[in-house]
């Protein structure tokens, strides 16, 4: 959506609002239309506006992927586009159904879906109106929205495993956290009391823990002080802590194989719904976070613009895509199922890296358990170090 402001010759001055692509096609219209163009500036679309004041919360994955299967299926069951969005409204969450009337208004103004999801990115990224504006195209909107719902129904599968799998690990290291404190807190005080009742030495150990449950004690105030500040620090660089994280070199191999299945599965979802193959590579590298595989995808993607091979220009980016990876697009792209065959190599690639993790879990899992049976073992030392002492010196 463009704001413009114009002049006929006769110096009065017009203005107004129309959608478009880009500043040259509201330029064109203006100048058939009104005469010369004084101001051209986008502006936000009212009806992202209006979903914008609507809103009460982020449309989820699982929302998304609800809408677009049941989109499809009320279109596969014959019925009109617009009758099946009033459909949805009253079968999806209110934020959904939020959606569907915006939707259906535009649609209701004569613009396509795909120029209507476009005008609130909030809930529509760039990807989603590259599908559907192909789909309308080819005249294979459905399949459009079928690929759509399976997208968005793997990436929440991924996420819920990865949630699933680092349960039990989060579980053991906030068990040993806790157990640390408590010892700290309330067990070693009490045996420092007893210790000092009876004259008994007390370790090096056991002194300072003791000094360290009396800083808080004694300078609460400043305790909330220091640690409203370093969470403020930290909230505000969150994003630099992030990046930070990811560049440990395991976390960092993960994110890059993850990083690689959602590039390839989305590229397969572009290609099988009719976008082609330049545009998919550029709409699909847009889903990338990380900066030295945003520079191989821009490398890639060149490649295929210069004319060479779509597997030679894969082999050619560096680790974006893997061995694996390069051996399915090779074969797609000589028998002419591209689309197939890197849908299939996401599908395996995903496995292997679920198998990885869970191999990780399982190497993790025994490391953590025995560091909570070392600070167990150590706080039960600091504690019964100066009782043994004393029985020692007990006359016999």
């Not at 203005?15 to 936000?44: D, H, L, M, S």
């Not at 795909?114 to 399949?143: C, D, W, Y």
């Not at 400043?222 to 992030?242: G, P, S, T, Y």
């Not at 490391?367 to 073992?377: A, G, P």
């Amino acid at each position: 959506m463009y704001r413009w402001k114009a002049k006929n010759a006769q110096g009065v001055i017009y203005n107004g609002e129309f959608t478009a692509e880009n500043e040259n096609q509201v330029a064109v219209f203006v100048r058939e239309n009104f005469g010369y163009v004084i101001n051209i500036k986008p502006v936000k679309s009212k009806l992202s506006v209006q979903w914008s004041q609507q809103k009460k919360q982020k449309i989820t994955n699982e929302e998304k992927e609800l809408f677009f299967r049941q989109f499809h299926i009320l279109l596969k069951s014959g019925i009109p586009i617009l009758n099946a969005l009033e459909l949805l409204e009253h079968r999806l969450s209110e934020n959904c159904a939020d959606i569907c009337r915006v939707l259906n208004k535009d649609l209701c103004e004569g613009n396509q879906l795909s120029k209507a999801m476009g005008r609130i990115p909030e809930v529509f990224p760039k990807l989603v109106v590259t599908l559907i504006q192909a789909g309308e195209i080819s005249g294979n909107l459905n399949q459009s929205l079928s690929e759509l719902a399976n997208y968005y129904r793997k990436t929440n599968e991924t996420k819920k495993y990865l949630k699933q799998i680092s349960i039990y690990p989060m579980f053991l290291i906030g068990f040993t956290l806790l157990t640390f404190l408590f010892f700290v807190f309330k067990v070693l005080p009490m045996f420092a009391e007893l210790y000092n009742g009876f004259d008994v030495e007390q370790s090096l150990l056991l002194k300072i823990i003791s000094s360290v449950k009396e800083f808080p004690e004694q300078n609460l105030l400043l305790l909330f002080f220091i640690l409203a500040i370093v969470l403020e620090i930290a909230f505000a660089k969150k994003k630099v802590l992030i990046k930070q994280v990811m560049k440990i070199p395991l976390i960092a191999k993960v994110q890059q194989q993850f990083q690689e299945i959602a590039f390839v599965r989305l590229l397969g979802v572009l290609l099988n719904s009719g976008v082609p193959i330049v545009e998919a590579i550029e709409s699909a590298r847009n889903i990338l976070n990380n900066k030295e595989m945003e520079a191989r995808a821009d490398f890639f993607y060149k490649g295929v613009v210069r004319g060479i091979s779509v597997a030679d220009s894969a082999a050619m980016s560096g680790k974006l895509f893997s061995s694996t990876s390069i051996e399915f697009i090779s074969i797609g792209e000589s028998t002419g199922n591209l689309a197939e065959m890197l849908i299939e190599a996401s599908e395996i690639l995903e496995q292997d890296a679920f198998d990885r993790i869970q191999k990780l879990r399982s190497l993790v899992e025994p490391v953590l358990l025995v560091i909570i049976s070392v600070v167990v073992l150590v706080m039960v030392m600091i504690v019964l170090t100066p009782m043994l002492t004393l029985i020692t010196q007990m006359p016999e």
